[in-house]
């Protein structure tokens, strides 16, 4: 069973991440929702993050994306021509 000292660090690196976008940009109630353990992220050069889950192989966000808005049409389209499973 791993323990904390053998999490990804990526994986913390984007949790921090998430955190610090949350706290500067979150201001909808489901903001802070964005950081609990079983969210992924997609982040966008503007600073902003989607949080979402993979569902049956598609992608559903948690809300609207967290972030400056003038990030906000960069990162919806971003997001929409991501390919979450590399192939």
Not at 1 to 12: A, E, I, K, Q, R
């Amino acid at each position: 069973m791993p323990n904390g000292d053998n999490m990804d660090t990526s994986l913390l690196d984007d949790r921090q991440r998430a955190r610090q976008i949350v706290e500067a940009y979150g201001n909808s109630p489901n903001a802070f929702l964005t950081l609990l353990s079983d969210k992924s992220y997609f982040f966008s050069p503007g600073g902003s993050l989607i949080a979402y889950m993979v569902y049956r192989r598609v992608a559903v966000a948690l809300s609207d994306p967290i972030g400056p808005p003038e990030d906000t049409a960069p990162i919806i389209a971003g997001f929409q021509l991501s390919n979450f499973y590399g192939t």
